[in-house]
């Protein structure tokens, strides 16, 4: 078989598992085949668990495990991208609520879930947020929403009302990937001048380089500036502790990556957060 022919037939096969993933996923999501799984994110300096990302996981009974980079792409063009949000934002936010605590020697953990830019132009968005967060009993400075560049490049009136509202109610917005996208400076100015961002997430590409010079060079920059607005920075991808003594050497306050923990169920996040605070 020549190396055309083996081309055709593995295109075939990634179009034939596609379309099968578009007519699944509408099920998946009514049957509960899409989970949630928990990364934390951890304080640089002790390690500790200061909040998780909520990340969606489909195992499906016909095609197995559907990875992420498979259907995300796919539904975010999709009326389905609601549905979607919605079951990580309920099992988020229940999960959320057993893993907090009263003792004031360990501020509570967030959690963050991840928001399209189609779905910031949903004037009902903002009032089924915060009646799910209200119906869970989580407090709204606990729920992070992460949002890409592309997210809120432009202005848009839809868009801005729905972060001023939800900002206004206490939730607070990552900007997710900062650092490899087109960034409209003047409207991230104008943003963090609102109060809307809480915190950047850099884009785990500029982290797996370190500890490289240029890296260094470009990550002590990004921490500079996100520093100097007030806003905290988390490093997303950390893998190695050369990665990890770098980024503590620049300053880092954050990070997140496989070094300190991979994505887990509900109830394996609930132990470490609680267990790190009976020590």
């Known amino acids: 078989m020549n190396s ?17 993933i578009s007519t699944r996923i ?30 969606a ?18 539904i975010e063009a999709s009326p389905l991208i609601n549905d979607l949000f919605d079951t990580v934002l309920q099992q988020a936010l229940a999960a959320a609520v057993t893993w ?19 779905q910031l132009r949903n004037p009902a968005l903002p009032d089924m947020i915060l009646r799910s967060v209200s119906e869970a009993g989580l407090p709204t400075n606990l729920l992070t929403l992460e949002l890409t560049e592309t997210a809120i490049l432009e202005p848009d009136p839809i868009t801005d009302r729905a972060l001023h509202t ?13 650092g490899v996208g087109y960034s409209n400076m003047a409207r991230l100015g104008e ?21 490289d010079n240029d890296a260094r060079s470009l990550l ?7 520093h100097a607005v007030g806003l905290d920075v988390i490093a997303e991808g950390v893998e190695c502790t050369a990665q990890l ?24 996040a609930r132990t470490l957060i609680l267990g790190q605070r009976a020590e």
């Open 4 to 20: 055309a022919s083996t081309l055709t037939d593995t295109e075939r096969e990634w179009t034939a598992r596609r379309l099968s």
């Open 220 to 226: 002590n920059a990004l921490r500079t500036i996100t």
């Open 100 to 118: 907090q605590s009263d003792s004031p020697a360990h501020p509570p953990a967030w959690v963050s879930v991840n928001l399209s830019a189609r």
């Open 245 to 268: 003594d770098s980024l503590a050497s620049l300053g880092y306050d954050y990070a997140q990556g496989w070094l300190f923990h991979r994505a887990m169920p509900a109830h394996a």
């Open 166 to 178: 939800l900002r206004e109610a206490g939730i607070g917005f990552h900007l997710d990937d900062f």
């Open 26 to 55: 509408r099920h998946a999501i009514a049957s509960g085949n899409i989970t949630t799984e928990f990364q934390p994110v951890v304080r640089i300096r002790d390690r500790s668990i200061v909040g998780c990302e909520a990340l």
């Open 57 to 74: 996981r489909w195992n499906d009974p016909i095609l197995g495990t559907v990875c992420p980079s498979e259907f995300i792409t796919l």
């Open 191 to 211: 943003l963090i001048a609102k109060g809307v961002l809480r915190s950047v997430k850099i884009d785990r590409q500029l982290v797996q380089p370190l500890p």
